[in-house]
């Protein structure tokens, strides 16, 4: 059997078969020999070469920190069904962002979520296929907008230190603000900017007034280059309460006219803060801050008279204001002391502000008085130092600074009067007694001193014949130093100890002997 459909004969249809079912099988036939030629094509077709798919990106314009979805279909090139198999990388500013698969049960469209991070007026995403086919656009992402929130402690004591708190939000989206924040009290009064921590909050100190009273304070944004200022927070309020305190005035009763006399206010309680300002008969005299509860000036009357001294605590630290006054009476000018500084001996007294000299070593003791008949107390620096009213030089070192005093008293002001004691190098002394110095007969023995003898610093006395050796020997015999005189003529024997430089001299005795 031949066929014009160029489609080959079957080999079943045989003459006998009846007309229908002849033409049931003739279709089986056609539709399966087309559909083997349409799997022939898709076997021996080539796979897909770089250019055959067609990228289409979609984008929109966002905001920082604000999630959206960025897709990317691929399709063959000029086709409307169909596309290739692979990877589509999608970049912003060429940077990787996400990556999704398409073909097969992935179907055509890739798609991603990204999350903006920085605001721009343009950036540039693009998608990219495995074989280089690619798709770009520009969006704009914007800055996003915040919040801001303070909190206070709500109560506070009069002028005590407290912290005012902020917390930044972003309104959408997961950015966290960064830049600072500005606190106000409702005024519109700045009582202080802080940076923002990685959570978006910052404080600041805060003294609250010295008055009671309610306080108002809002925060605001300053805003980053992500996100936009946020205008006034809601305000919140601090109540600040003064507990309440009691003053005292202290100063002396009795006070002289150009002597300066010391004034104290005592703040109960001593937790209180603030000032106090004093006056007297009305003049201000000064304000003082108090500390630990007290606050002090010091005040010179310049006339006589009672005066009525009032001190005005303005409260603070939680303590309430409170005044407190004192009565005193200013007499007239107390008088000048004089002191008289007599030293033991003919010398007489030492004049004030007088210089004088001793050596190391040397003691001296005073006999001391004043005209208002008050003790008289000594004082001394430097190489120096007192025993009761006995002074004593022990080194040179520089001048001794020595002060005689008196209290103030009986009418009489209290007084000091200086004196400067030069120091020098001190004399070595000795108890020691040799024998005379005079004319001897040949064979005599001479005592000079004992074996042991030493001077005042506790250094050996050395004895020698110093000229007319032939005449003069020097023995010791039974503890003690002698000089044996041998020979006519005459001789000078010598007893010395060394000096300490630059604080005692050195120690010299000598006598001349002559032998006959």
């Not at 704009?140 to 919040?147: E, F, K, L, P, Y």
């Not at 409702?186 to 202080?192: D, L, P």
């Not at 010091?298 to 005066?307: D, H, M, Q, R």
Request: hydrophobic share 35%.
């Amino acid at each position: 059997m031949s066929r014009t459909d160029g489609l080959p004969s079957s080999p079943h249809l045989l003459p006998s078969t009846p007309p229908s079912e002849r033409l049931r099988m003739k279709r089986i036939i056609t539709l399966t020999a087309a559909t083997a030629l349409i799997a022939a094509a898709f076997i021996s077709s080539p796979p897909a070469q770089a250019g055959t798919v067609a990228v289409t990106l979609s984008a929109r314009n966002g905001t920082v920190g604000v999630p959206q979805t960025v897709s990317a279909t691929v399709k063959d090139a000029g086709q409307s069904v169909g596309g290739g198999v692979g990877t589509v990388v999608f970049a912003a500013n060429g940077n990787q962002i996400g990556t999704d698969s398409v073909g097969g049960q992935n179907g055509t469209t890739a798609s991603i979520n990204w999350t903006p991070s920085a605001a721009s007026a343009s950036t540039n995403i693009t998608a990219t296929f495995d074989d280089g086919s690619s798709d770009a656009t520009s969006v704009s992402i914007a800055t996003v907008g915040t919040t801001a929130s303070i909190t206070t402690p709500g109560s506070a004591g009069t002028s005590t230190q407290v912290t005012l708190a902020a917390q930044v939000r972003a309104k959408v989206g997961s950015y966290v603000p960064s830049g600072s924040v500005t606190f106000f009290t409702s005024n519109g009064t700045s009582v202080g900017t802080s940076n923002l921590d990685g959570s978006g909050r910052g404080s600041v100190a805060y003294t609250t007034p010295a008055a009671a009273g309610t306080v108002y304070l809002y925060v605001v944004y300053n805003g980053d280059s992500n996100a936009s200022a946020s205008g006034k927070s809601s305000s919140d309020s601090i109540k600040v309460t003064a507990a309440a305190s009691s003053l005292s005035l202290v100063a002396p009763q009795t006070n002289y006219t150009g002597s300066p006399v010391q004034i104290t206010a005592k703040v109960n309680p001593p937790s209180g803060t603030g000032s106090v300002a004093f006056s007297a008969n009305g003049s201000a005299l000064g304000s003082a801050n108090v500390a630990n509860g007290v606050a002090t000036v010091t005040w010179v009357p310049a006339s006589s008279g009672n005066f009525t001294l009032k001190a005005v605590y303005s409260g603070g630290g939680g303590a309430a204001g409170a005044t407190a006054t004192n009565s005193v009476t200013v007499v007239q000018p107390l008088k000048a002391d004089l002191i008289s500084l007599n030293p033991s001996g003919p010398a007489g007294p030492w004049p004030a502000g007088s210089t004088q000299g001793l050596a190391n070593g040397a003691s001296v003791q005073f006999a001391t008085s004043s005209s208002s008949g008050l003790p008289v107390t000594l004082t001394v620096s430097g190489p120096c130092g007192l025993s009761g009213n006995t002074l004593n030089v022990n080194g040179v070192g520089g001048p001794c600074a020595l002060v005689a005093s008196t209290p103030g008293g009986n009418g009489y002001a209290p007084t000091t009067q200086n004196y400067t004691v030069l120091t020098g190098v001190g004399n070595q002394t000795a108890s020691v007694n040799p024998a005379a110095s005079g004319p001897y007969r040949k064979g005599a023995t001479l005592l000079l001193a004992p074996a042991s003898a030493q001077t005042s610093l506790g250094n050996k006395i050395t004895w020698s014949v110093t000229s007319g050796g032939k005449s003069c020997k020097i023995k010791r015999a039974g503890g003690n130093v002698k000089v044996s005189l041998v020979k006519k003529g005459s001789c000078h024997v010598s007893g010395s100890a060394p000096a300490v430089p630059g604080q005692w001299a050195p120690f010299t005795t000598g006598r001349d002997y002559t032998v006959r």
